[in-house]
Nanobody, 118 residues
Framework: VQLQASGGGLVQTGGSLRLSCVAS????????MAWFRRAPGKEREFVSS????????VYTDSVKGRFTISRGNATDMVYLQMSNLKPEDTAIYYC????????????WGLGTQVTVSS
């Protein structure tokens, strides 16, 4: 199984980015996919998750109202629309799939860098 994330980049405070992640090697139609992030000097943290049905969406408090997670028509894809970005959103964003526990996932992508300048 491989997860390939893309869409990161450099953006100014208040800007927007859309992250994409595509899974290959197995299907996650009936499973969860999620986004995590690791900021410089900090531990990895959960950002958001979504079931293959498009339901059961969860966000961490710091991104509620600014980030939107969604699944593609081909549900082995997951997106993260990020708006009103803040410098504290700067991190490497990781795509994950195949939930094995609360905010625990079996498969991980390599990550995509998001940098928000002040």
């Amino acid at each position: 199984v491989q997860l390939q994330a893309s869409g990161g980049g450099l953006v100014q405070t208040g800007g927007s980015l859309r992250l994409s992640c595509v899974a290959s090697g197995r299907t996650f139609t009936r499973d969860y996919m999620a986004w995590f992030r690791r900021a410089p000097g900090k531990e990895r943290e959960f950002v958001s998750s979504i079931h293959g049905s498009g339901n059961y969406i969860v966000y961490t408090d710091s991104v509620k109202g600014r980030f939107t997670i969604s699944r593609g028509n081909a549900t082995d894809m997951v997106y993260l629309q990020m708006s009103n970005l803040k410098p504290e959103d700067t991190a490497i964003y990781y795509c994950a799939a195949g939930r094995i526990g609360v905010r625990e996932y079996r498969y991980w992508g390599l990550g995509t860098q998001v940098t928000v300048s002040s």
